[in-house]
């Protein structure tokens, strides 16, 4: 393959459209910058074998993707691109009463065997008292006991995509804005119009999250991908130093995010039926800011700043598309990563550039491909 298209912008197309054009692929980038892109509003939460229940298809592949967060910046910070703020920074797993605690003792054998089965970015688990957890945190509650996560990282997945592009730019990739329309009248040579101009490639990759069913009526085919809006508040602390506070997670999954040099992350809302309205909502910021406080009353002083809405592509089964079309194998789709798309989607546009050049794979992607029988999580 000679030349690519990636329409879509957000973590996966930067990350395709980088991987591509480094591996000597003429590329094209293209992104109508839709409201709602999820790769700007997410927070960056690095640490997958914390989350809770995940399908198993996934897990060998969140494996490879976490790991390849280090090779993939010092490349990145060899060809001198933005500071992504990737930080190995900890996260605390906070229980606030003694039914919680409960749980948590359940929660803590689940992260010692995933790290025993391999899963990165767990490192040293122990259980921390409130007032051991309350000096890495200053903010925080009183609470019963916390389990401290050492090896969680966070990024910014903003700067990671502004990064990846510019890392795409640096191998000769062009980008264009505006609204592509695929065109596959001869499958194996498809093409994009776009503002009336033909663009011709090798292969077109389709990453544009929540909004894919848009280009695919071409082919026919309609994937089980819907919105889940996830509204974030962003708020900063004056002069205070956040840059070594490590992450807090309660037990409902409402995050606590901190930044350098005075910035925290907050949210977020799960609305899976609020379609493509990526309003801020009263009742979506009231939700965030109510938890982050029960659990970090100290940050009640803390500037509102602004708040981010994500619109992230929820497959039927839980599980992303990540494959060629079948009967259009020069068209490749990558969406349908929820909440995972900025630690799963660095790692899957290394495997969209090798899926082009029919390189051999590091994990196993028939789970993820596009004709598979779904069953509903």
Same mark, same amino acid.
């Given at each position: ?98 039914? @919680? ?9 689940? !992260? ?21 957890? &309350? ?103 004056? @002069? ?5 506070? $490590? ?10 995010? $901190? ?29 965030? !800011?109510?938890?982050? !406080? @029960?659990?970090? $009353? ?27 079309? $079948? ?41 993820? &491909?596009?004709?598979? @029988?779904?069953? &509903?999580?």
């Amino acid at each position: 393959m000679h030349s690519a298209i990636v329409i879509g912008g957000g973590i996966i197309g930067a990350s395709a459209a980088f991987h591509l054009a480094r591996d000597g692929v003429r590329t094209t980038l293209i992104d109508r910058a839709d409201p709602g892109n999820a790769t700007y509003a997410g927070a960056g939460i690095v640490a997958p074998g914390t989350a809770g229940d995940f399908p198993p298809a996934t897990v060998e592949f969140t494996k490879h993707a976490v790991r390849y967060f280090p090779p993939l910046l010092e490349l990145l910070q060899e060809l001198g691109t933005p500071d992504p703020s990737y930080r190995v920074t900890g996260k605390l797993m906070i229980a606030m009463n003694e039914a @919680e605690d409960a749980r948590l003792e359940h929660v803590m054998k689940t !992260l010692v065997q995933r790290r025993d089965d391999g899963m990165p970015n767990l490192g040293d688990l122990s259980w921390l008292t409130s007032a051991e957890a &309350r000096e890495l945190f200053p903010p925080l509650a009183m609470i019963h006991h916390a389990i401290h996560v050492a090896g969680a990282a966070r990024v910014d997945g903003n700067a990671l995509r502004n990064a990846l592009v510019a890392g795409a730019r640096h191998y000769g990739a062009s980008t264009l804005t505006g609204s592509a329309i695929l065109d596959v009248h001869h499958a194996q040579s498809p093409a994009v119009t776009l503002d009336g101009e033909r663009h011709e490639a090798d292969v077109v990759v389709l990453a544009t999250g929540s909004w894919i069913n848009d280009l695919l009526g071409p082919l026919d085919i309609e994937l089980p991908v819907r919105p889940h809006r996830g509204q974030i508040v962003h708020l900063s602390l004056d @002069e205070t130093d956040t840059s070594e506070w $490590p992450m807090v997670v309660p037990l409902d999954g409402k995050y606590i995010l $901190p930044f350098e040099p005075n910035r925290i992350v907050t949210g977020a809302t799960q609305e899976p039926d609020a379609g493509f309205d990526a309003r801020p909502t009263a009742e979506g910021v009231h939700l965030v !800011l109510h938890r982050a !406080l @029960e659990n970090a $009353p100290g940050l009640a002083a803390a500037t509102l700043d602004e708040v981010r809405v994500g619109l992230r592509p929820w497959s039927a089964d839980g599980a992303p598309y990540l494959g060629a079309v $079948p009967g259009a194998e020069n068209v490749i789709v990558a969406t349908g990563f929820g909440a995972s798309g900025l630690h799963l989607g660095p790692f899957a546009g290394l495997a969209i550039s090798r899926l082009v050049h029919g390189a051999a794979q590091d994990t196993d992607l028939s789970p993820f &491909r596009i004709d598979r @029988e779904i069953v &509903r999580s």
